[in-house]
């Protein structure tokens, strides 16, 4: 059975003696997807033994988060009325992750915020905020276009509905990618090279099992 590394996310939160701590997680909706797929999940904590790690996996799920990547690491100031974590713990862990694996020219699937972490690794940067891609309320769905010959259209043809759960996308796409799916607004949502994939939505959240079956194709 193949191993799967996973980027850690975490929140700040103070214990009953009012110590300030960081609690570290994956989404639940990870370990359902990889008990029906077929793949054991390696959650990725630290940088520590990172190179073991890779060498251990047969490739990295870069996971969404509640934090924003910051925009230092893609030359700009962060908009007015935005703010960004200032412990880049979860963005240095994401570069490290990318750098090690694609090295190794292990696969990498990107999710939501792990699809803008590839992007910014790689030159591109981000609009910092877009309108009407998420909701507090319900779940956003919206269509999206998808280019033939590429892993999406592979799994879903030239149209489908997907979620969207994200206020930040893609501004200049980084060089060597292709834009593989956009949305009816012209959001890009998908990105790829290679054996590299960036995904906008959360296939986890529709338990898509088969988006995750067809990345373990790229894995050897």
């Given at each position: 059975?193949?191993?799967?590394?996973?980027?850690?996310?975490?929140?700040?939160?103070?214990?009953d003696?009012g110590?300030?701590?960081?609690?570290?997680?994956?989404?639940?909706?990870?370990?359902?997807?990889?008990?029906?797929?077929?793949f054991i999940?390696f959650?990725?904590?630290?940088?520590?033994?990172?190179?073991?790690?890779?060498?251990?996996?047969?490739?990295?799920?870069?996971?969404?988060?509640?934090?924003?990547?910051n925009?230092?690491?893609?030359?700009?100031?962060?908009?007015?009325?935005?703010?960004?974590?200032?412990d880049?713990?979860?963005?240095?862990?994401?570069?490290k992750?990318?750098?090690?694996?694609?090295?190794?020219?292990?696969?990498?699937?990107?999710?939501?915020?792990?699809?803008?972490?590839?992007?910014?690794?790689?030159?591109?940067c981000?609009?910092?905020?877009?309108?009407d891609?998420?909701?507090?309320?319900?779940?956003?769905?919206?269509?999206?276009?998808?280019?033939?010959?590429?892993?999406?259209?592979?799994?879903?043809?030239?149209?489908?509905?997907?979620?969207?759960?994200?206020h930040?996308?893609?501004?200049?796409?980084?060089?060597?990618?292709?834009?593989?799916?956009v949305?009816?607004?012209?959001?890009?949502?998908?990105?790829?090279?290679?054996n590299?994939?960036?995904?906008?939505?959360?296939?986890?959240?529709?338990?898509?099992?088969?988006?995750?079956?067809?990345?373990?194709?790229?894995?050897?």
């Open positions: 059975m193949k191993i799967i590394a996973i980027s850690t996310r975490s929140v700040d939160y103070q214990s003696a110590i300030a701590k960081r609690r570290l997680y994956i989404n639940g909706y990870f370990s359902e997807v990889a008990e029906k797929a077929g999940l959650p990725v904590c630290s940088q520590n033994g990172i190179e073991e790690i890779v060498a251990m996996c047969s490739g990295l799920i870069i996971a969404g988060r509640d934090r924003d990547i925009p230092k690491f893609y030359g700009e100031e962060p908009l007015e009325g935005l703010e960004y974590p200032e880049p713990y979860e963005d240095e862990l994401d570069f992750l990318i750098e090690l694996f694609e090295k190794n020219n292990k696969p990498i699937l990107g999710i939501c915020s792990g699809l803008q972490s590839l992007n910014i690794y790689h030159g591109g981000l609009k910092q905020h877009i309108d891609h998420t909701s507090k309320e319900n779940l956003v769905r919206h269509n999206i276009d998808i280019e033939e010959n590429s892993f999406v259209h592979s799994l879903y043809g030239d149209k489908a509905e997907v979620n969207s759960i994200h930040q996308a893609i501004n200049r796409v980084a060089e060597g990618f292709k834009v593989t799916a949305s009816d607004d012209g959001t890009v949502e998908a990105i790829e090279k290679g590299l994939i960036g995904l906008q939505w959360h296939p986890e959240v529709d338990y898509e099992i088969d988006t995750f079956k067809k990345f373990l194709n790229l894995c050897e």
